[in-house]
């Protein structure tokens, strides 16, 4: 069984960095797709980042340019620095695994899923 655990969350000022971590239980990790998602109250759960087995990066337009996903295999663990946080980036952030190495963009095409890590950034 995956299991995925989120933690870094917090709350923070507009401009703000804040960088959050997913360690992630099982011995073919370094094959797994991963993804950050993201839902905000009364909103669906939407696509912020994903990253493919060999380390090749994909953003939501919102987050381009601010937010950088990266992975440690050694570690079992991935990372998202979120740089020049902004009020609209308040959600529930949610770390996903998928068994196939490439890069998904909607919440159907992974099977795990962390329980999720509350961001928080005031203006």
């Known amino acids: 069984q995956v299991q995925l655990v989120e933690s870094g969350g917090g709350l923070v000022q507009a401009g703000d960095s804040l960088r959050l971590s997913c360690a992630v239980s099982?011995?073919?990790?370094?094959?797994?797709?991963m993804g950050w998602f993201r839902q905000a109250p009364g909103k669906e759960r939407e696509f912020v980042a994903g990253?493919?087995?060999?380390?090749?990066?994909y953003y939501a337009d919102s987050v381009k340019g601010r937010f950088t996903f990266s992975r440690d295999n050694a570690k079992n663990t991935v990372y998202l620095q979120m740089n020049n946080l902004k009020p609209e980036d308040t959600a529930v952030y949610y770390c996903?695994?998928?068994?196939?190495?490439?890069?998904?963009?909607?919440?159907?095409?992974?099977?795990?899923w962390g329980q999720g890590t509350q961001v928080t950034v005031s203006s």
């Open positions: 099982g011995r073919t990790f370094s094959s797994y797709g």
């Open positions: 990253i493919s087995w060999s380390d090749n990066a």
């Open positions: 996903a695994a998928r068994r196939v190495p490439g890069i998904g963009i909607t919440t159907y095409e992974y099977e795990y």
